[in-house]
Nanobody, 126 residues
Framework: VQLQASGGGLVQAGGSLRLSCAAS????????MGWFRQAPGKEREFVVG????????YYADSVKGRFTISRDNAKNTVYLQMSSLKPEDTAVYYC????????????????????WGQGTQVTVSS
């Protein structure tokens, strides 16, 4: 599966952005999806994951209550709605996928994901 992330940009603290990740292929609904981010000089960190059906999600504590992940399997797209953005949210955001088959599980770590998009820059100014 190939992933294409978009929607990044420059926003003031307290603002909102919505990221999108479009996936190729006909079996998108068999993949668990996730968002990660990497700030300059830091390791890539998990942000949120969603199961193949969308029925299960898991958020990093740092974004819980501010970010919302969703997916539209008919459009082969996963979204990340980010609100109440903070300067520390500044990073390159990557979407990722892992084949889940019939299991409705949520990936929670870097090593669980097999496919990665190219990343989209999010910059939050103070």
């Amino acid at each position: 599966v190939q992933l294409q992330a978009s929607g990044g940009g420059l926003v003031q603290a307290g603002g909102s952005l919505r990221l999108s990740c479009a996936a190729s292929g006909r079996t998108f609904s068999s993949y668990a999806m996730g968002w990660f981010r990497q700030a300059p000089g830091k390791e890539r960190e998990f942000v949120v994951g969603i199961s193949r059906s969308g029925g299960s999600t898991y958020y990093a504590d740092s974004v819980k209550g501010r970010f919302t992940i969703s997916r539209d399997n008919a459009k082969n797209t996963v979204y990340l709605q980010m609100s109440s953005l903070k300067p520390e949210d500044t990073a390159v955001y990557y979407c990722a996928a892992v084949f889940a088959g019939v299991h409705d599980y949520t990936g929670r770590s870097y090593g669980e994901y097999d496919y990665w998009g190219q990343g989209t820059q999010v910059t939050v100014s103070s």
